[in-house]
């Protein structure tokens, strides 16, 4: 029996190009171990470990955590990750962050969810959160019930500060300095594939279709366009 390689493939994507989105329909239809750097820190923060406080304190000065810190933090969880196919989200985000990566392990591809900016500033600034589940709805494609009220608890929704107008235009400049020379370096490579458009549900089919080339459709459902 011949034992196929494992798959290490990368997403990326600037803040609200339906990276999340995308990463839970690759878990489901591939089964692929999903390991995001936000969830992570998120986790490290609230149970108050050493790197939690660390990098909360760096959060609450307006700083990026440094490398050596978010590097230490993926690599010591992606070791419990090494019999696996895995999918890494928000990480590597700098040159640096990459290189370290390379050392641990070879990544085979690197997704790269390539959404014009002017979409995104839509899709953000439309967006409301139920606080408490981290229920997200949009305005204009999954609107809420009652407008500004949470559909399961009747709770009220709200605006991240991450979400408002002025925030997420900085935020898209600062993905762009940053990830830029990041998706040169692994251009460079031969790993970027990358998937235009302005609808994650038309970029997807392209995107299943690219991955059904490196492993199979572990889920029980056989749509016509897999969701």
Known sequence: MVVSP???????????????????????HFGVKHLSSGDLLRDNMQKRT??????KSYIDQGRLIPDDIMTQLMLTELKALDQYNWLLDGFPRTVAQAEALDKECHVDTVIDLDVPFETIKCRLTARWIHPASG????????????????DITGEPLVQRD?????????????????????????????????????????????IYAFLQTKLPDVSQKNDAIPR
């Open 6 to 28: 494992l798959l290490r493939a990368v997403i990326m994507g600037p803040p609200g190009s339906g990276k999340g989105t995308v990463s839970a329909r690759i878990i489901k």
């Open 50 to 55: 050493e790197v939690g406080i660390l990098a």
């Open 135 to 150: 229920r997200v709805y949009n305005l204009e494609f999954s609107p809420p019930k009652v407008q500004g009220i949470d």
């Open 162 to 206: 991450d979400d408002k107008p002025e925030t997420v235009s900085r935020r898209l400049q600062a993905y762009d300095a940053q990830t830029k020379p990041v998706l040169e370096y692994y251009r460079e490579k031969g790993l970027l594939k990358s998937f235009s458009g302005t609808e994650t549900n038309k970029i997807w089919p392209h």
